[in-house]
């Protein structure tokens, strides 16, 4: 039943962002005939992510009072919604509006994690972070590619489609998705009483976890965000060239995430895991600012990529076992909060910085990982995680 709830859980996630990701390729054009300015298209692109923000806490908190799954559903329902709307969204505020409940919806990915870490053993729980981290990587790299072969048809078309599969999906979920069994805590998973009221929530590990999820993202949005200026004034790079980088960034972090996490995980640790990947992450962000030719910064972003791909399953599986298994919702939904807040802050950072020097951007990006690689050294469980992990 575990491995079966991973794949359910997993493929829910998958088809549930390839939605979402579809009308991403029509939404500016879709916009501009709206009238949107620069600030209205920065304010649609932005508020998935606030919305992401306020809700991942709190979807995560009430899938610790009343389950995985009616969270689950009750999500994957307002994305159908929210892919429905906006193809009949004759407004720029309706728009907006369906984009702060995609981003709302969007906060389910902490239930979903928290659901692996109930589902599955705690040995292979790096792994399942990791493989739903692929899942929603694939996602993102298929959905606009079927957004682009959609988009002639026009926004409504794009949009439907999605619809349809966030419905398709609600009914597959409806029918295969159990509510996981809730695993007994490990030993260095207290139990609530004793931990005082709210532990594992607030407490020192989850603020240095949620903490170098923050640093890490911003790292790497951070990039993502200003590359494609690097890339045209260093090497030339036209808009074709920019998006096969990307993409072949996400292949590596996704084949990273596919299966190399999880053998990693269990003979090293999550901790060690994590630092590494961030540490690796701070080289190559050194290095893409120092790169003198196209294919040593297409090789240093590929690399970041995979650091990255260490580092985010890793962190997850961290915050799942930083305290007692009925708080873990909320621990995860912290984590997904830190990231959306870091997707914000960190295009503005870059873009800043960009303005200043193009290197800039990559060598605060190189401190600011080296930072998330400390803050989880400094975790005070780290030898209980990793032993855990081995187990």
């Known amino acids: 039943m575990r491995r079966s709830a991973q794949l359910v859980i997993s493929a829910t996630v998958f088809v549930d962002l390839l939605g979402f990701t579809l009308i991403l390729p029509a939404l500016p054009f879709y916009a501009s005939g709206l009238g949107a300015t620069g600030v209205w298209f920065g304010a649609l692109m932005s508020a998935y992510s606030v919305a992401q923000l306020v809700a991942a806490p709190l979807l ?87 957004g682009g072969v959609l988009a002639p048809l026009g926004f409504a078309a794009c949009a439907y489609a999605a619809a349809g599969l966030a419905a398709a999906n609600l009914m597959a979920a409806l029918v295969w998705l159990p509510e996981p069994d809730r695993r007994p805590a490990e030993p260095h998973e207290a139990p609530a009483e004793r931990r005082g009221s709210a532990p594992g929530v607030t407490g020192r590990p989850v603020a240095l976890l949620a903490g170098s999820g923050f640093l890490a993202m911003a790292a790497f949005v951070g990039m993502e965000t200003t590359l494609a200026f690097l890339g045209r004034d260093r090497y030339g790079w036209d808009a074709t060239a920019i998006g096969l980088a990307l993409a072949a960034a996400g292949l590596a972090m996704a084949v990273v995430q596919a299966g190399l996490v999880g053998w990693l995980a269990r003979r090293w640790g999550d901790a060690r895991v994590a630092a590494a990947g961030a540490v690796t992450m701070a080289a190559c962000m050194a290095a893409v600012a120092v790169s003198v030719t196209w294919w040593q910064c297409l090789a240093a972003v590929c690399l970041l990529a995979a650091g990255h791909g260490l580092l985010t399953p890793a962190v997850s599986s961290l915050l799942a076992a930083a305290g007692p298994p009925e708080q873990r919702g909320a621990r995860l939904g912290t984590g997904q909060s830190a990231g959306a807040a870091a997707r914000i802050a960190g295009p503005a950072a870059a873009g800043l910085l960009f303005d200043a020097g193009a290197a800039l951007p990559y060598l605060a990006g190189a401190a600011v990982a080296a930072l998330a690689a400390v803050a989880v050294l400094a975790v005070p469980t780290l030898e209980h995680a990793g032993g855990e992990e081995k187990a």
């Open 60 to 146: 995560g908190r009430l899938s610790d009072r009343y389950g995985r799954r009616p969270l689950v559903l009750l999500a994957l329902a307002g994305s159908a919604a929210s892919m429905t709307f906006p193809g009949l969204s004759t407004s720029l505020a309706g728009l907006l509006a369906c984009r702060l409940l995609a981003g709302a919806c969007g906060g389910s990915i902490s239930v979903a994690q928290a659901y692996l870490a109930d589902a599955v053993p705690a040995g292979r729980r790096t792994g399942a972070m990791a493989q739903l981290g692929a899942a929603i990587g694939l996602a993102f790299v298929i959905g606009p590619a079927l």
